[in-house]
């Protein structure tokens, strides 16, 4: 966060850079998400059905569990086109 007097300039960088718009920023999440996704060499199926498409699940990241109660896991859908992802409970 900024605190104090803002400085002589400031103005540019809060205000004037290029912004891009919500469906830029979207595509090109979905394009890092899919090239991981394409990328993750130990990603596992895990016999779950993905709610969007009906495709098979991948526990993207099997060897990591979100130490949460009860503790989840990663998990992407692979099928072309769909960027589900989520939790499961492992
Ligand atoms: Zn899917």
Redesign the pocket.
Known sequence: MFHGTPARGLPEYFGMAKLKTLDEHNREKVEAYEAELRGCVDARKNGIA?P????ELLDTHPSLTLMSYPPKKRVG?P?EG?T?TGYRIA
Do not use: T
Request: glycine letters at 12%.
């Open positions: 993905c969007r498409c009906g495709s859908c099928s769909c589900f």
